[in-house]
């Protein structure tokens, strides 16, 4: 039409561009060429220099040229004057600064920039601390430059004070952002560190062992600013889990101090068991054991092989050292390496003895939220509920609440938590499983409490629609256990850890692997109907078990297997009564 | 700053960037931008002095507001021969924004108006009309502009500072002894007399003023009325108070089109409202959710609730088809909001009355909410130099693809052909017949025989010169929307902007406030309690307020302008007896954003064109053919002016990728050629 402006067609612009494109990329091609041909002849010169220069602002993330680039720096500053050297890096901060437009998140620019800081005669750390805002303000999930930040901050000594005021910027313009809240948690406690510890009533019972308290903790008034800070975040998206996560840790109880929590002693194996407060690698912690006032040269192996670090440890006597009942014996376990010992007195007459922090003392499971004060847990379960009411199908709400309610008072909430994991299950089914684990653990836990109030050594766990076994290692004395009617897939190998084992009822599961049986040595009774027990094979592990003499078996799969009952006679002698 | 301009056209990207210490570079870039397009329509209406213009185009077009600008720009797009026209010597009719000075003169010139009737100049044309041709006279007066009022309150003494500073230059106002809104005529001297030496000093004088590394200073300086006079310059003060939504017709068309690399925009900084004479932060985005002070928990849950299901709303027909028939108030009630949140939604978020009923409340918190994030926390943009860019932003896109242009030229009447009852030639004021198809004119153009009524809607508005932010915050400089909820429910709610220096709308130290409210009464009667309840309106003009008072808590009014603007955006084509190929666009309305006047310009566009598309996005300039005829045609500086822009383009993106902005205003005007 008349007047209008003539452009070109769609395919004669392609055809321009790609013409364009390979125009670009054979210059490209063949400057890399020259370049990396230089690099082998060992040139280190300011046209180097020049040539990678070229090819890293199109494309800086080639790692190749960046350290042909180092190798001719160090050449160069050789070569001149400190103040030559000083301007030769700024203006490699310069072009570093360029290439940083084309990619933000080149880890080639970055690794370089630091490196070229280290360099420099006179860094200026103000400078880089204003690259770094801007590029955050851009990007404020940019890693690369989280990272760089924190190296310049360590170099320049920017003030606790003003990082903690720069994490408060950031979370105020987005709080969907676990750097900036994270970067907050490692501030915190050296701005606002708690006091030091006055408490006595949650330490240990034991004189010796000397509380550690942990250092990433900070004072209450300044939590309570924090708690604030994090309910405004969950109450204006309950959605964004950077928040929740925040608050968890906010909440979350000092780490338990490492220290030997258990020694159980038989004379009838003639073994030593000794429990730690979490899984250790005893062959390499420098364990030593003292009877009668003589270091005792032993083996300690796990209770499984699998188990490298295991908070169960075991090792045989010499022979004869205290098998005589007429003897009394002390014994004491010394972890020379965190300066901590525990002694085991075994009297006349008792076949066996043990020396152990109650697990109602310690707190054991009161999760990992817990607060000096319940009140202030307290205050916040109140908080969580009052959103609760708002987004009843929150699941980090119902998950937080769970977690407050075992902190505070995890039998007398048993049947809320219980309800708020139903809960948890359809809102989120692709958890399912996340959370019937962690019920199991909740549930577990409070029958070990339980136990501890009743002092028995006969524990059942039937019926709670378990799905995994865990905290095995304070069942250490337990003789019955009834694990009947749940959906346990299997018996792991922390099973093992169960030493004075006599009887185990695990009817009416799905257990299909049994390697947690293994080496029991008081294990006599063992009911296994009704789960989904396939091979021979399986049940390989029981051999181990050298008192085992009853087994049932019915209503497995196994049993359609060929000559079974022979071969079952055959792996396990000593069984008497087996049913089929 | 922001800019959104295309890299290329075909493949949208979207570049912002931020530009802290630029201002000054692009002010210079900028203006002589803006002079081009000056400089050339003034060489154009000399010209025609001397000759005709081309008798013959397929549109014309009278009035250079925004509608008939994005009407212009579209038709000359796509290839039609347009002349636009306007009576007045400025762009962007009731659109326009004025220097300080440039503003007295219009106010002087409406005073004239008020007192000259104006006799109509008879019937030269009468020799032109030939037989079967009617005749419809169109009006030389404009009376869209009613109640002006005028109020200064900075003090009228001679500067006594400049102590240590460098003396003045000869340039200190020559109506120094005479100012008052009496004598504002002199004004127009002042302008001319601020050459450019003056300019480089005012540029020294003011860097401690804008500096916000001594405070101090700032406080010890009175600004008197000389000093605004001095610096009227950097005033550009809009008639219409509008903001840009960021996901609105306005941005898109701007985005569309490519129009918009001819502007640059700020982002609003504070949404704010006035609750109990207080002004405080609206909590709009999730931020700001986040951060309120003012909120309890509870309620960021049930605001972020409510928010999040606006965005949607369409979604969820059960929670809100029971009232569809019932105000969003209710509808607001009924969704558990308390008072405080019913009054930010209703009033801040959606932006409506006591009255609107709830689906209509719902989409306009949708239309807020879907522009929040585009371009920063809040949903606006605001266009530096004024929204008197605008307009003129498109009438430089028009004159690009070969638009010519002439101010100071009007219209005398139309000729209309009896048989067809159509529009087929225009007499200019010049005498001049000129033929074309179609003819789009703004409506205060039109005379009153034309209407079926002449009962019009009212906008009151004001505007103040402060001497300081109504929200003091830590950064002073940032573009804050304040809406104030009626006192009664029947008044209109009245929405403030204030403005800050670095939208290049007033001078350093001082901001620009603009009250809009649908009229009930004059604009003063309207806006002046609003006025006195958030700023310091002293009782003797030019009385300094006194320090360590109360009353210094607010900000100070240095000068208040009230008037009050027809609002003509509810007429369509129904309320004028015209014939069908004229198209008559309405002035600006009293809403925020512009969509209502976009919305014609496309739909009057589509009237003319029906098969056209509406302001296609504008070519590469390297994927633009010469070969000899075709653009050249329209005239001989197009491919030569082209080219030059494609080589400062392909120059611009050699040297820095990253989008340079100063680079945007150097595309090569093209010179409209009438030599033809």
């Known amino acids: 039409m008349h007047g209008r402006v003539k452009i070109k067609s769609t395919a004669q612009q392609e055809e321009e561009k790609r013409k364009e494109k390979e125009k670009k990329l054979k210059a490209f091609v063949s400057a890399r060429d020259a370049v990396l041909k230089k690099r082998s002849a060992g040139e280190h010169d300011e046209e180097a220099l020049q040539l990678t220069r070229q090819l890293l602002s199109s494309n800086p993330d080639f790692a190749t040229l960046w350290n042909y680039r180092r190798e001719v720096l160090l050449h160069l500053e050789t070569l001149r004057e400190k103040d030559e050297v000083q301007k030769l890096y700024e203006s490699e901060l310069h072009f570093i600064e360029a290439c940083l437009k084309v990619n933000p998140k080149s880890y080639g620019c970055w690794h370089h920039r630091t490196w070229v800081n280290t360099r420099l005669p006179q860094p200026d750390w103000t400078r880089e601390l204003g690259l770094c805002d801007r590029c955050l303000s851009l990007d404020e999930r940019n890693f690369h430059c989280w990272d760089y930040r924190r190296v310049v901050v360590k170099a320049s000594g920017v003030s606790v004070e003003q990082e903690l005021q720069f994490t408060d910027r950031l979370i105020g313009s987005n709080f969907s952002n676990y750097s900036s809240w994270h970067y907050r948690s490692t501030l915190l406690p050296q701005l606002h560190p708690q006091p030091a510890p006055d408490s006595a009533p949650i330490t240990s019972p034991s004189p010796t062992t000397s509380p550690q308290f942990h250092s990433h903790r900070v004072c209450e008034e300044q939590l309570l600013k924090e708690y604030e800070l994090s309910h405004n975040a969950f109450f204006t998206d309950p959605n964004d889990q950077s928040a929740w996560f925040y608050y968890r840790w906010l909440l979350g109880r000092a780490e338990r101090e490492e220290m030997i929590s258990c020694v159980y002693v038989s004379r009838e194996g003639e073994r030593v068991s000794v429990a730690f407060s979490k899984p250790v690698h005893a062959q390499s912690e420098g364990l030593m054991l003292v009877l009668d006032g003589q270091p005792q040269q032993v083996e300690w192996r796990s209770t499984h092989p699998r188990l490298r670090h295991s908070p169960v440890w075991l090792c045989d006597l010499p022979p004869g050292s205290i098998s005589d009942m007429s003897n009394e014996h002390n014994l004491t376990i010394h ?100 959370y019937s684990d962690l019920c199991s653990k909740f549930l577990i836990e409070n029958t070990i409490l339980k136990m501890e109030y009743a002092e028995v050594r006969v524990f059942s766990l039937s019926n709670k629609n378990l799905t995994t076994l865990c905290h095995l290692d304070q069942l250490l004395f337990v003789t019955h256990i009834n694990l009947s009617s749940n959906q346990l897939l299997r018996l792991p190998p922390h099973f093992a850890m169960l030493q004075c084992l006599e009887v185990l009822e695990a009817d009416d599961n799905a257990i299909e692997n049994l390697e947690g049986l293994y080496h029991l040595p008081k294990l006599e009774e063992v009911s296994l109907r009704n789960n989904q027990i396939c091979k021979l094979s399986d049940l390989e592990s029981l051999a181990s078990c050298t008192k085992l003499t009853r087994l049932d078996l019915r209503g497995n799969p196994v049993h359609r297997t060929a000559h079974i009952e022979s071969e079952l006679s055959q792996l396990l002698p000593r069984v008497t009564a087996l049913s089929l | 700053m922001f800019l959104l301009y295309f890299k290329t056209w075909r493949i949208p990207v979207l570049k912002i960037c931020c530009v802290h210490f630029g201002y000054c570079v692009f002010k210079c870039v900028y203006f002589s931008v803006r002079h081009d397009i000056a400089c050339h329509v003034t060489v154009c209406s000399f010209k025609m002095a001397a000759e005709d213009l081309p008798s013959q185009f397929d549109v014309v077009i009278l009035g250079t507001g925004l509608t008939e600008s994005v009407i212009a720009a579209a038709c000359s797009r796509v290839g039609q021969s347009v002349l636009h026209l306007d009576r007045r010597n400025y762009y962007a009719g009731n659109w326009a924004s004025f220097t300080f000075n440039g503003l007295l003169s219009w106010i002087e010139e409406y005073k004239n108006q008020q007192k000259v009737q104006i006799t109509e100049s008879e019937q030269v044309w009468r020799s032109l009309i030939d037989e079967g041709e009617d005749v419809v006279p169109l009006s030389s007066v404009d009376s869209s502009i009613s109640n002006l009022e005028v109020f200064c309150y900075a003090s009228e003494e001679e500067e006594k500072e400049e102590e240590t500073k460098a003396p003045l230059t000869s340039c200190q106002p020559v109506n120094a002894e005479t100012v008052s809104e009496e ?66 017709a306005l941005v898109d068309l701007l985005i569309k089109s490519n129009v918009s690399r001819y502007a640059e925009f700020k982002n609003i900084g504070h949404i704010l409202t006035c609750r109990n004479g207080k002004v405080e932060q609206v909590p709009c985005s999730r931020a700001d959710v986040f951060a309120s002070k003012q909120l309890t928990v509870v309620e960021k849950r049930m605001l972020m609730k409510f928010l999040t299901f606006c965005l949607d709303f369409e979604q969820h027909p059960e929670e809100y088809q029971d009232y569809t028939e019932k105000p969003f108030r209710e509808f607001l009630k009924n969704k558990k909001l308390t008072e405080n949140l019913q009054d930010f939604v209703l009033h801040s978020i959606a932006m409506v009355t006591q009255q609107t009923l709830t689906e209509e409340g719902l989409k306009a918190t949708q239309h807020f909410l879907r522009c929040l994030g585009r371009y920063g926390n809040t949903p606006f943009l605001f266009p530096l130099y004024g929204l008197g860019e605008i307009p003129q932003c498109f009438c430089r896109m028009c004159a690009v693809f070969g638009g010519i242009y002439c101010l100071r030229h009007s219209v005398q009447c139309l000729v209309v052909d009896k048989a067809s009852n159509k529009v087929k030639a225009v007499i200019d004021t010049r005498g001049q017949k000129i033929s074309c198809s179609h003819f789009v004119v703004e409506d205060s153009y039109i005379r009153d025989e034309q209407r079926q009524s002449t009962a019009y809607r009212q906008i009151s508005r004001a505007v103040l010169i402060t001497d300081r932010s109504v929200l003091p915050s830590e950064s002073d400089q940032q573009i804050s929307l304040v809406t104030i909820p009626p006192l009664e429910s029947s008044a209109p709610a009245v929405r403030m902007v204030e403005l800050c220096s670095s939208s290049m709308t007033c001078m350093p130290g001082t901001y620009l406030v603009h009250l809009t409210c649908s009229s009930s009464g004059t604009a003063q009667e309207d806006l002046a309690p609003v006025v006195s309840e958030l700023f310091h309106v002293s009782t003797i003009p030019g009385e300094e307020p006194s320090e360590g008072a109360e009353e210094r808590s607010k900000p100070a009014v240095l000068w208040v302008m009230y008037f009050n603007m027809r609002d003509t955006s509810a007429l369509d084509s129904s309320s004028y007896s015209l014939p069908s190929n004229v198209h008559v666009c309405t002035g600006p309305d009293g809403s925020l954003g512009s969509d209502c006047s976009i919305k014609l310009a496309e739909s009057v566009f589509h009237h003319i064109l029906p098969d056209e598309e509406f302001c296609p996005p504008a070519p590469n300039p390297e994927d633009i053919i010469y070969d000899g005829d075709g653009p050249q045609a329209e005239g001989p500086g197009f491919d030569e002016s082209v080219n030059t822009e494609a080589e400062e383009e392909g120059a611009a993106h050699e040297k820095n990728p990253s989008t340079e902005p100063a680079e945007m205003d150097s595309v090569a005007d093209t010179t409209p050629s009438s030599e033809e």
Not at chain 1, 367 to 372: D, I, T
Not at chain 1, 408 to 424: R, V, W, Y
Not at chain 2, 211 to 237: C, H, M, W
């Open chain 1, 335 to 434: 972890w020379t390496e965190k300066h901590t010992h525990r002694d085991c007195a075994l009297y006349t007459g008792c076949a066996e003895s043990w020396c152990r922090d109650s697990a109602t003392n310690l707190e054991l499971f009161r999760s990992e939220l817990s607060v000096e004060k319940s009140s202030v847990l307290q205050a916040e379960l109140q908080s969580c509920n009052q959103l609760l009411e708002l987004e009843p199908q929150n699941k980090w709400c119902l998950l937080t609440i769970i977690l407050l309610m075992r902190a505070l008072d995890p039998l007398g909430h048993e049947k809320e938590t219980l309800a708020h994991f139903q809960t948890l299950k359809e809102v989120d089914p692709m958890r399912s499983t996340y």
């Open chain 2, 183 to 248: 004598t504002t005529g002199d004004s127009t001297e002042a302008q001319d007399t601020v050459t450019e030496p003056s300019q480089s000093q005012e540029e020294k004088d003011s860097q401690p003023i804008s500096s916000p590394a001594d405070p101090p200073v700032e406080v010890e300086k009175k600004i008197t009325y000389q000093k605004l006079v001095k610096e009227g310059r950097r005033f550009n003060i809009d008639l219409v108070s509008k903001l840009m939504y960021s996901r609105g």
